[in-house]
């Protein structure tokens, strides 16, 4: 069965950083690429960082330089750290396995339930 579970989402203030962590079910994590995602309300749910299962790397313009995907295969657990972080970066954040590098939410199979993120002014 298909699992991913974040955390280390919460309430910090600008400036501020946070790691995200997704563990993920072994079988998905070596076969296929991961991602982040977030969403605001009222919003669609955008692209925020991807690595593929060689390790490269995709990020959105807007949180290039503050933001770091990275991945620990023994750990089966890929992770986000956010660093100065914004108002504009709340959300809820998911992270996402699909079978190829990709920057669309459709592309995606599998999907956590989310962490909520948000960032005080």
């Known amino acids: 069965q298909v699992h991913l579970a974040e955390s280390g989402g919460g309430l910090v203030q600008a400036g501020d950083s946070l790691r995200l962590s997704c563990a993920a079910s072994?079988?998905?994590?070596?076969?296929?690429?991961m991602a982040w995602f977030r969403q605001a309300p009222g919003k669609e749910r955008e692209f925020v960082a991807a690595?593929?299962?060689?390790?490269?790397?995709h990020y959105a313009n807007s949180v290039k330089a503050r933001f770091t995907i990275s991945r620990d295969d023994a750990k089966n657990t890929v992770y986000l750290q956010m660093n100065s972080l914004k108002p504009e970066d709340t959300s809820v954040y998911y992270c996402?396995?699909?079978?190829?590098?990709?920057?669309?939410?459709?592309?995606?199979?599998?999907w956590g339930r989310g962490t909520q993120v948000t960032i005080s002014s």
């Open positions: 996402a396995a699909g079978s190829t590098f990709a920057l669309f939410p459709a592309q995606y199979a599998y």
């Open positions: 072994e079988h998905v994590f070596t076969e296929h690429a």
């Open positions: 690595i593929s299962a060689l390790g490269n790397t």
